[in-house]
């Protein structure tokens, strides 16, 4: 039980028993707060009131409306209470492509991944986001991003299903220990819903990495006996599908390493499941400081009223929040789109910290760009934009090197002892280096 007592008792009737075990849900739940997350002032007058709501929160660009009109038609029958309970939303995924076809006119080529969908990543989409894509087209890049076509199936030469290396980098069960300080801990893997280009689709949805006490142990017996360990990142899956009270268990027992500095949490949650970001899971997570989080957006039309909040919530709560953006053909491959998210993601309080390019995992080369295209985004941001809406672009190395940077070429080499720099509108300027 969490020490603050102002949880409510929610019977346990929206989420499947198995679900319910698999996603951590707990009889403590209780369904988001509609409440605003940033108090309103007692002492203005109720007119001022919206229009001090509005400084406080950066606008973002739609309203929920659309999603309103989506419940309205698919969900007549559903409360808003029940749509913005989290739980709700994980017991609803649309989990296969006959569910889909009630909303989608599905292509031939989503249709021919049936087969895929057997023995590679599941399908699953939260009503939720599912409202964001509806009535887009087949080419909407969100769409492109949850929905399963043929050419998952078509595994290229280069490509692999751990492109990373991680099996031969983890010690223990669910634990990859790459670099010195850091390690990976894979909590769970289930996601609320499932990304097509997912690094891990060798591991998640598959429906064999549990909570599992004793597993997890073993892992935390590994941190605890690896002094070196200063940084754990919390990942899976998604670590904030599980429920507050096996969180915080989790958290807690990290909390008790002494070497563990500062702990990470890696979730596309407020981009795909907003709603699970309540005051209730916030209050528990600052109790965990140093938490750092890792959010996972992929394009502009994320940036929902409803993410935005969700991102509030956790700043207000003192946790710095990076993203990390995977590159992703035809997707979020412009400059336009680019500027676009970071632009909305430094308005939610949100830093843009990398931007990947696409892992060659089997069966995504339909998502996978060039390599210029990325340094063609970087040098489309470089000087156009506030230095901290620039990501760092690294490919992660296949087999196990780790991230590496790329950067567009700025120097351009040395006329004597002048270094002959490039700046981002391409004027070439001198800088007298000292020499070494
Ligand atoms: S949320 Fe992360 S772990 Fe889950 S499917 Fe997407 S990329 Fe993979």
């Known amino acids: ?13 929206d989420v499947p028993s198995t679900r319910a075990n698999e996603v951590g849900s707990e009889v403590e739940e209780e369904p988001p707060s509609p409440q605003p997350c940033v108090p309103l002032a007692p002492h203005l007058p109720a007119k001022n009131l919206a229009r001090r709501k509005l400084a406080l929160h950066s606008p973002p ?11 309205q038609i698919y969900y007549p029958d559903i409360s808003e209470r029940q749509w913005n309970d989290w739980q709700w939303q994980i017991a609803n995924r649309i989990r296969s492509l006959s569910q889909l076809e009630r909303f989608l006119r599905l292509t031939p080529q989503e249709q ?14 939260t009503p939720y986001y599912l409202s964001l894509l509806v009535g887009r087209g087949e080419a909407y890049p969100l769409r492109r991003t949850v929905v399963p076509v043929i050419n998952e199936f078509i595994t290229q030469p280069g490509e692999a299903d751990d492109p990373l290396g991680e ?3 983890s010690p223990v069960p669910g634990l990859v220990h790459r670099y010195p300080d850091r390690v990976l801990f894979l909590t769970l893997d289930f996601c609320s819903t499932y990304c097509r280009y997912c690094t891990r689709s060798r591991v998640v949805g598959h429906g064999r990495l549990f909570f599992n006490r004793r597993r997890l142990e073993n892992a935390l017996d590994y941190i605890r006996r690896t002094p070196t360990i200063r940084d754990v990142l919390l990942s899976g899956g998604d670590p904030l599908t599980l429920g507050d009270s096996r969180l915080d268990w989790l958290l807690t027992r990290l909390r008790q390493i002494k070497h563990v500095q500062i702990i990470r949490i890696g979730t596309k949650v407020p981009a795909v499941l907003p709603q699970r970001i309540t005051p209730q899971l916030v209050r528990m997570l600052r109790r965990h400081h140093p938490l750092l989080m890792s959010l996972h957006f992929t394009h502009p039309d994320e940036c929902t009223p409803e993410a935005y909040r969700a991102c509030q919530r956790l700043a207000d709560a003192g946790i710095p929040l990076g993203s990390q953006t995977v590159l992703l053909n035809q997707i979020n491959d412009s400059v336009e789109t680019m500027r676009d998210l970071v632009h909305h993601l430094l308005q939610m309080r949100v830093r843009p910290y990398y931007l990947y390019q696409c892992d060659p995992i089997s069966g995504s080369a339909h998502f996978r760009t060039p390599v ?6 970087i040098r489309g941001l470089r000087g156009f934009t506030s230095g901290y809406a620039i990501p760092t672009y690294v490919i992660d190395a296949p087999g196990g090197g780790g991230k590496i940077p790329l950067m567009p070429n700025y120097c351009q080499g040395r006329e ?11 004027k070439t300027f001198h800088y007298p280096d000292v020499m070494s």
Request: aromatic share 4%; proline share 9%.
């Open 61 to 71: 660009p739609d309203t929920p409306t659309p999603r309103r009109r989506f419940k």
């Open 1 to 13: 039980m969490h020490r603050n007592g102002c949880r409510t008792m929610k019977p346990k009737t």
């Open 167 to 169: 099996e031969n980098q």
């Open 372 to 377: 210029e295209k990325g340094l063609e985004i």
């Open 416 to 426: 004597g002892d002048q270094l002959v720099l490039q700046n981002y509108e391409g």
């Open 112 to 125: 021919m991944s049936a087969e895929c969908l057997q023995t590679k990543l599941p399908l699953a989409i």
